[in-house]
């Protein structure tokens, strides 16, 4: 029979399958095309990663799904120390990578219809899949006052350092944030994949006293090793916050057998108690991040916010396609500001996830 199935129809198409014709105008590049619209790690796994995998490979038994005892303390220990958490009370739970949790979360928070849950205006896609999936209704704000007095609030997703904009959001603005929700009983997820990687900014988590005063109520963060440790293809991802939602998360992933492989979990543990190879990584991203903004604004473009994160949030002052367009021509793929919501039209977003080599033949493209 056709149609689309009941699940095709809650779902738009995949956000990057719009890309293909620009890509393949990209392709025909003398020079070969050069992607810099998805944040794809392409440098190599580090050794001690690496070697836990393998270490770890001879697994034939079923892993826990809340993490073995190793990689529960190597959670708990990184976001005491990059977070400014207090390990006390702490929650923490591994994933299979952070989009997982990202489009499934209403759904595992037993969200649905009649439920509001609240995004940012400019967002990765996937906060809204995850609603959709949920059958529950996505509202973006600017303001959270734009959103009224509602009690069907049921979830709220901030992101920062943001995707696409690489926004950081200052501790008081995630304060308000938070006591915004707490007064109507909602939960806050703050998607922090980034993190670490602040550039112009220091970006602040929501678990920091700061911000979360003197309890996890109602908070969890969302982390991802895929940028920090390259290891996007591992699907290594973990939750830490409030220890009652943490555990009720654990409950309905043990149902659904949404389980960490345990060689995935013993890589996890070593890249998250070292700390040598996210800091040689940084630098690379540093530096890349360097040549792509000024090779960019050389050629006529602005660059907003873009102050932590992987990517340059820019503008031409034009449709965003017409400058996907611009820069098919001359082999170079980014992604349209569209993509994030209507607040992007006039945006791309450039990610400095290439290698060194193809960083710089961008560099020489746009000067030609």
């Known amino acids: 029979m056709g149609g689309q199935s009941p699940v095709s129809a809650r779902l738009p198409d995949f956000t990057w399958d719009v890309l293909d014709r620009a890509g393949r105008v990209a392709a025909g590049h003398p020079g070969g095309l050069i992607n810099l619209s998805m944040g794809t790690p392409v440098d190599s796994v580090p050794a001690v990663v690496r070697q836990a ?26 976001v005491s120390r990059s977070c400014d958490a207090s390990p006390q009370g702490l929650g923490v739970l591994p994933t299979i990578g952070s989009k997982e949790l990202v489009a499934w979360l209403p759904t595992l928070l037993g969200i649905g219809p009649g439920d509001v849950v609240v995004i940012p205006r400019i967002c990765y896609p996937t906060y809204e899949d995850g609603v959709r999936l949920a059958g529950a209704t996505a509202v973006r704000a600017d303001s959270l006052t734009a959103v009224g007095p509602s009690s069907r609030v049921r979830l709220v997703w901030v992101n920062s350092p943001g995707n696409p ?5 200052p501790a008081a603005h995630l304060r308000k944030v938070v006591d915004w929700a707490r007064e109507r009983g909602a939960v806050v997820a703050s998607d922090e994949c980034y993190l670490p990687l602040g550039w112009q900014a220091e970006p602040v988590s929501i678990l920091s006293e700061q911000v979360r005063g003197s309890s996890y109520d109602g908070l969890l963060a969302v982390h991802s090793l895929s940028k920090r440790s390259n290891l996007a293809g591992y699907r290594a991802g973990f939750v830490a916050g409030d220890p009652a939602l943490v555990a009720e998360l654990l409950k309905v992933r043990k149902h659904a057998g949404m389980i960490v492989p345990a060689p995935v979990q013993a890589a996890m543990a070593a890249a998250l108690t070292d700390e040598e190879h996210a800091d040689e990584q940084r630098a690379r991203y540093q530096a890349r991040r360097e040549l792509l903004r000024a090779a960019f604004t050389a050629a006529g473009f602005e660059i907003e916010h873009s102050e932590a994160g992987l990517y340059l949030w820019a503008t031409r002052g034009e449709d965003c396609w017409q400058t996907v367009d611009w820069l098919a021509r001359r082999g170079v793929l980014v992604a349209p500001g569209i993509f994030y919501g209507p607040g992007g039209q006039q945006h791309i977003r450039i990610a400095f996830t290439e290698t060194d080599e193809r960083v710089a033949a961008v560099v020489d493209r746009l000067a030609e």
Do not use: E, N
């Open 53 to 78: 995998l393998a270490d770890g490979s001879d697994a034939p038994g079923y892993p826990l799904t809340a993490g073995s005892p190793a990689l529960r303390s190597a959670i708990t220990d990184w």
């Open 165 to 169: 904009t690489g926004q950081v959001l």
